[in-house]
Structure formats: structure tokens, C-alpha cells
């Protein structure tokens, strides 16, 4: 498929979905949420997954301003846009089984600052900022906003962020718990790949089970937690990376993991 609004490449088991329509702060249309779907179904050998934004902006939020696919108005418009565009994408984002970075290079808005804190791991710029201001034209977050902010940073301060709608610039996401680590700007994507190399290098599998079981854990009882635990030990215990962590750590060298 040949994108418009993003940029995918893929190089030494590292994916990079760049959004790429920085005149508009890559506001994220209905195409480009199209678009970022296809493209993590064509992830080739990828053992991690970058995502970050062209220019200044990494994602000002939903664009539903022009275009044959995009004017959409009005509530029951919006309902559609979520539920047959933004949501499955997010969605398939949320079950990648590999491991996830963004790279947040400015502000990360409505949609955008959902797509920006959905990967595992937030590297941010120190210009970076996230916000939530559907309140100020009288709309509520969307994307997995109240999901995601209740686990990051709490009711209380995704309440504050929700409701009064104002900029937590990446100092403040750092204290707060929402980012992995905050960065200088012209560092910020050799920051992002350097991170993207180590997981790569890891059993991917055993990754991807991680991460799966993490999300599963925020909505289960201790005792289905550890059943899944289990379960997911015994895939990953069966895996090639398993045995050759076992012969390595034998042997008293480092392992040398094939994501299989």
C-alpha cells in the first residue's frame, strides 16, 4: 500500500511509522487512521515498533476538517469516525505482539495523545506536551483517553487533565508517571531507536506475552492473573529464546535471542 499521510519503514528489525503531514501538526484524519491500520499489518520481521511525527507536532488530535472521507460532524458522525476508524487501529496498537515506543516529539493532542501514550514505553521530547481539550469545545476524551490516564497517572490527576482541559508539558508527564522518559529534543529519535535496538535484541515473544498479560492484569482478579502467568510461561518456555537463555546463562555468556 503506498501511504499519503505516514511514513513506514522497517530496517534491522526495527518498525518506524512516522506521521507525516507536518503542515497540520499531523492531525490524524480518517485516512491516516486507515493508514496506520494497514501498516501495523505489515510490520515484515519487526521485533519493535516506533512511532513518532514529522515536524513539529506529533499529533494535534483528530482531523475531521475536509476531504471526501474526513467531514464528518455532529455527534453520530464523531460515534462513526471512533468506532470505524480511530478505535480499531488504537485497538490493534493496544495487541501488537511486539513491543511499543513513541517518540513525542511536540504536542500530542486529543487522538494524538492517545496514540502517543498507547506503545509500552513514551520517550518524550522536552518540548513535547499532552493534552486533553475536549472540554473546551464541549466534547469528552475519546481514543481510550479515560482507560489509559486512570492507569497512568491516577483519578485524581486524569480528572484534572480531563476536565480542565490544560497542557502537561513532559517535565510534568515524567513526575506524573505518564511518560518513560523525558529527553533533549535533538535526541529524541537516536533516544527512541537506541531503546527500539534493546528490545529488538530480547525474546520478543516472551515480550509480547509480557505486555498482554500487564494489560489483562489491570482488569482481573489475583487468581485469573495467575493462571494467565502460567499459561504465557508455558508458550514462552517452549520458545527457542527460552532454551538458548538457559544454555547461555549456563555457559556464562550473553544470549544471543531470535524473537522465536
Not at 486507515?34 to 519487526?46: K, P, Q, R, S, T
Not at 462513526?80 to 505482539?97: I, S, V
Not at 529519535?189 to 515473544?205: F, G, N, Q, S
Request: hydrophobic content about 45%.
Amino acid at each position: 500500500m503506498t501511504y499519503e499521510t505516514i511514513k513506514l519503514d522497517i530496517a534491522d528489525q526495527i518498525a518506524t511509522i512516522t506521521l507525516n503531514v507536518p503542515e497540520r501538526l499531523n492531525a490524524c484524519s480518517l485516512p491516516m487512521a486507515g493508514e496506520i491500520n494497514d501498516a501495523l499489518d505489515h510490520l515484515g520481521d519487526a521485533r519493535a515498533l516506533v512511532i513518532t511525527g514529522a515536524g513539529k507536532g506529533f499529533c494535534s488530535g483528530a482531523d475531521l476538517s475536509g476531504g471526501r472521507d474526513s467531514s464528518i460532524s455532529g455527534g453520530q458522525g464523531s460515534y462513526k469516525a471512533l468506532t470505524q476508524h480511530y478505535n480499531p487501529m488504537l485497538l490493534k496498537l493496544h495487541r501488537l505482539h511486539i513491543p511499543t515506543i513513541s517518540a513525542v516529539n511536540g504536542p500530542a493532542a486529543g487522538v494524538g495523545c492517545s496514540i502517543g501514550l498507547a506503545p509500552d514505553f513514551v520517550v518524550a521530547s522536552e518540548k513535547a506536551y499532552f493534552l486533553q481539550a475536549f472540554v473546551n469545545i464541549g466534547l469528552v476524551p475519546d481514543g481510550g483517553a479515560s482507560w489509559m490516564l486512570s492507569r497512568l497517572i491516577g483519578k485524581a490527576r486524569a480528572t484534572e487533565m480531563m476536565m480542565l482541559g490544560e497542557k502537561i508539558p513532559a517535565a510534568k508527564a515524567h513526575d506524573w508517571g505518564m511518560v518513560y522518559k523525558v529527553v533533549e529534543h535533538d535526541s529524541l529519535i537516536d533516544e527512541a531507536m537506541a531503546l527500539a535496538k534493546r528490545l529488538a535484541a530480547m525474546p520478543t515473544v516472551a515480550l509480547g506475552i509480557m505486555r498482554k498479560n500487564l494489560v489483562e492484569a489491570l482488569e482481573c482478579d489475583f487468581a485469573t492473573a495467575l493462571t494467565r502467568e502460567a499459561e504465557g510461561q508455558k508458550i514462552a518456555g517452549d520458545t527457542n529464546d527460552a532454551r538458548e537463555g538457559a544454555i547461555s546463562f549456563l555457559q556464562k555468556r550473553k544470549p544471543n535471542f531470535t524473537g522465536s
